[in-house]
């Protein structure tokens, strides 16, 4: 069964780190660019992170450039996001997507609040 299942996401005060992950299966991983996409209440989807293929390159939105960091472990078909100086602001489900597909995750919760 091709599809993305991602875990991590709980409650985090404000400056703490989580790190979520996607498990991927049925397709072959290490193959394709991957994505990390949140949306919070009442807003649109955004773009977070994406990763090549190889993993050597990456790209970040710049709300959480110096904050947050897109790896992948081919080896484990895994997907990961390590977030880390977590605001407010970045309260959201988190998603991880299949990039030029439109494979996507079910979406894990990730609340920020003291």
């Known amino acids: 069964q091709v599809q993305l299942v991602e875990s991590g996401g709980g409650l985090v005060q404000p400056g703490g780190s989580l790190r979520l992950s996607c498990a991927a299966s049925?397709?072959?991983?290490?193959?394709?660019?991957m994505s990390w996409y949140r949306q919070a209440p009442g807003k649109e989807r955004e773009l977070v992170a994406g990763?090549?293929?190889?993993?050597?390159?990456?790209n970040y939105a710049d709300s959480v450039k110096g904050r947050f960091t897109i790896s992948r472990d081919n080896a484990k078909n895994t997907l990961y996001l390590q977030m880390n100086s977590l605001k407010f602001e970045d309260t959201a489900v988190y998603y991880c997507?299949?990039?030029?597909?439109?494979?996507w995750g079910q979406g894990t919760q990730v609340t920020v609040s003291s």
């Open positions: 997507k299949r990039e030029y597909s439109t494979l």
């Open positions: 049925g397709f072959a991983f290490s193959m394709y660019f």
């Open positions: 990763i090549t293929s190889s993993g050597g390159r990456t």
